[in-house]
Every structure is written in C-alpha cells, then in structure tokens.
C-alpha cells in the first residue's frame, strides 16, 4: 500500500511581511502543516517565473509566493509586478502539463499569524487533492533540512 502523499511545496516569502507572519504564528503556537519549505526573499517582486517553473519542472509538488499586501509593499510595487507576472506563470504551466493551481500567490502581512497558518493548510489541503506532481516520477527532488 503507498505510503500517504505528503505533497512537498516551495515557499517563497517576502522577508518584510510573510516571513514576519510565519515567526508571528511559530510565537502564537498556530498549527499547520509542515509541507512547505520556505525561501526568504526580499521581496515577492523579486521572485522571477523562472523560479516557479523550475521549481515544479524538478519535482515541488506546488509553488506558493507569499509578499506584502498591496499598497505595502516595502518596494513600492514589488508585488503589484509579482501579481501581474500570475497569468503569464499560469499559462506557461498549462502548456507543460502542469495544474495552474499547483502555483498560488497570497498576501500576509508580519502580523498575521494566523492568517499564514491557515494559508499554508489550505494550500496544502489543495495540494493534496490534486496529488502528486506529474513531473515529479522524473525527478526525484531531494529536500534537507538544513
Ligand atoms: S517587500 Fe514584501 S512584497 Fe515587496
């Protein structure tokens, strides 16, 4: 019998706001699943569709950028440039075979805890339901814990 699909997501998240909210929810003992592997980033802006194709073409089971709500962004619009970026990352996955809603972006701000905790269940919980990466039984992505 398989073992039980424990989907493995990338996390990018903006050191300003998400990141913040993600030490907020560790302080506040907010529970969620351990699935997601954050990368801090200075800002979602920063975080090119290069990154999230990549990502899923070796094997995450799903992407998800977390940044400053809009009009807080600490760069202006770093994430009003992330946001415009979601269609063109949306159809590009498409055309690869892959499911658009394995990638997702999502404001959180460094106070939102809780708001993190439950973005990360449901994005996990989404995850799940969609299963496994189809391009992850070409190559195996190894995760350490570092
Ligand atoms: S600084 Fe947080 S999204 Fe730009």
Same mark, same amino acid.
């Given at each position: 019998m398989p073992d039980k699909f424990e989907p493995k997501i990338i996390g990018f998240l903006c050191n300003w706001c998400a990141y913040a909210g993600g030490d907020v929810a560790g302080v506040i003992r907010a529970q969620y699943p351990p699935n997601m592997r954050p990368i801090r980033v200075m800002c979602s802006g920063m975080v090119h569709p290069d990154l999230v194709v990549e990502a899923l073409k070796m094997g995450a089971d799903g992407v998800i950028i977390m940044g400053c709500?809009?009009?807080?962004?600490?760069?202006?619009?770093?994430?009003s440039k992330a946001m415009a970026r979601v269609e063109v990352v949306r159809v590009v996955l498409e055309d690869m075979g892959i499911e658009p809603?394995?990638?997702?972006?999502?404001?959180? #701000? #460094?106070?939102?805890? /809780?708001?993190?905790?439950?973005?990360? !269940?449901?994005? !996990?919980?989404?995850? /799940? !339901? $969609?299963?496994?990466?189809?391009?992850?039984?070409?190559?195996? $992505?190894?995760?350490?814990?570092?």
């Open positions: 709500h809009i009009g807080q962004c600490h760069y202006q619009d770093g994430n809603e394995r990638f997702a972006i999502v404001w959180v #701000s #460094s106070a939102e805890g /809780k708001r993190f905790a439950k973005v990360i !269940t449901d994005f !996990t919980d989404q995850i /799940k !339901t $969609l299963g496994p990466n189809p391009l992850r039984k070409d190559f195996e $992505l190894n995760f350490k814990r570092v």
